[in-house]
Every structure is written in C-alpha cells, then in structure tokens.
C-alpha cells in the first residue's frame, strides 16, 4: 500500500511540473504563495527561534560543570548546533503544522467540492496549476526563514546567556566568532531546500487523492502533517549523512 502511495506521489509531481499553460497565472498565485509562507510565518518562526537559542545558551551552560573549559564554548556550540540542527528542522517541523495543514485542507476542500473536477473538464493541468506555486514558494522562502531563524537563534542566546548571567556578552561573542565555518550554512540551506519540497509536496498530495466529505478533509490534514514531520526527520538524517 505504501508502494502504491509513492507511486501515486511520483506520479502527480511529474504532472505538478508540466510546462504551465499561462505562465503570467503562475506567477501571480506564485506571489500570493510566497506571502502566505514567508512572510505569513516570520512572527511564528521569529518567537520559536528567539526562545529556542535562550534555552539553548542555559542548558549549555548548566551542563558546563568543568572550570577547565573556556565559557567562549558556549557561544560556539550554540552557533553550530542552531544553525546545522535546530533552526532548519524546528522551522520545518512548525511549518509542516501550519502551512501543511491549510495545503492540504485547501486542495482537500476543492476536491470534495468538485472543483479539481470543473477546472479538469476544462482542460487545466490541475496538478500544476494548484501545486507548482505553492512548491516554488516552499522551496524559496524556507531558505529565506532558515537564514532568519539562524540570526535570532543566536541573539537569543546571547540575550538568554547575558541576562540571566550564564556568560558574559564578550565571551559569548568570542565563541559565536571563533573557528566558525561557512559549511554549515551550505548544509543548513541543503535542508531548508528539502524541508520546503516535502512541506508543499506531501501535504498537496494527500489532499489532493482525497475522497469522501469534510471528515475526510480533516482525516487527510492530520495525516499530512504526520507523514511531513516524519519524511522531514528522515531527510534530516539523510542530508548530514551525506554532506557531513
């Protein structure tokens, strides 16, 4: 069964990425999508990473019972462990709530309504011109949030250390600086590309083969939700597998 839902999956991505009939259509709803997860998640996105880095910098710290080693490392390990780890899978994890959900609900609402079936009739690509937009805008501004998520994970942390006392606004700024290497951002971004495509894709699909009325709409959401954090933690392990 598994099986047959992949090959279904495989199957409505080659159809998503058909040549488009219109292209001036696509790039309106294209906009549209980009607002709705980009900029309709910052303030989300911004609270969860900010908190996430404080925590970060006081379990460190606490765990940092040795006079011997140097309190720069808290700085240094928050930096690394933010931006390889917690900022693109956290974010991932919360948009596959958010944005997976009203995907799947959204295509899920059209198909039991029938229209997927009226724009069909008509001829349109429905796979392509409900999806693609919505992939492109995922695989965009993922990336973008990534890149914010990291910075305010870091002020966070900084705020987090120095306010409660932890460590030092020098040395936490020494360690952040110290021995940092450019890599983990090629990684980090690798990940937000793949998180975006699994977070438009899955959920797309599962509303998209929806059948029945309003209880399955909302049966296929939480199913949406679930197979996307599960693939996105697959694809976590298997990205750092490969590029580290």
């Known amino acids: 069964m598994n099986f047959t839902n992949f090959g279904k999956y495989i199957l409505l991505l080659k159809a998503v990425f058909k040549k488009p009939e219109k292209t001036k259509i696509y790039v309106k709803a294209i906009f549209q999508q980009m607002n709705f997860v ?36 808290i700085g240094s390990v928050n930096r690394d462990s933010s931006i390889l780890e917690l900022s693109p899978t956290i974010t991932a994890i919360v948009l596959a709530g958010k944005i997976g959900s009203a995907i799947s609900s ?29 992939v492109i805008a995922g695989i965009t ?5 990534v890149i914010v998520s990291m910075f305010l994970s870091i002020g966070g942390g900084f705020l987090g250390g120095t306010l409660s006392g932890a460590v030092s606004a020098a040395d936490y700024i ?22 975006g495509f699994i977070i438009t894709t899955v959920p797309a699909y599962e509303g998209f083969y ?18 996307s954090c599960i693939s996105i933690l697959a694809c976590d392990y298997l990205v750092t597998q490969l590029l580290l």
């Open 106 to 134: 959204e295509i899920g609402t059209m198909r039991v309504t029938e229209q997927i079936d009226a724009l069909e009739i008509m001829g349109i690509n429905t796979p392509g011109y409900l999806i693609l937009p919505k």
């Open 174 to 195: 020494l360690g952040v600086t110290t021995d940092f290497n450019p890599y983990t951002i090629v990684v980090s971004l690798v990940k937000a590309f793949v998180f």
């Open 210 to 227: 929806v059948r029945g009325g309003a209880l399955e709409v909302a049966q296929a959401s939480t199913r949406a939700v679930v197979v």
């Open 38 to 73: 980009g900029v309709g998640s910052l303030g989300l996105i911004s609270i969860i990473s900010t908190f996430i880095g404080a925590v970060m910098t006081l379990q460190i710290a606490f765990q940092l019972v040795s006079d011997f080693i140097p309190k720069t490392i």
């Open 141 to 145: 501004m993922m990336p973008m949030l």
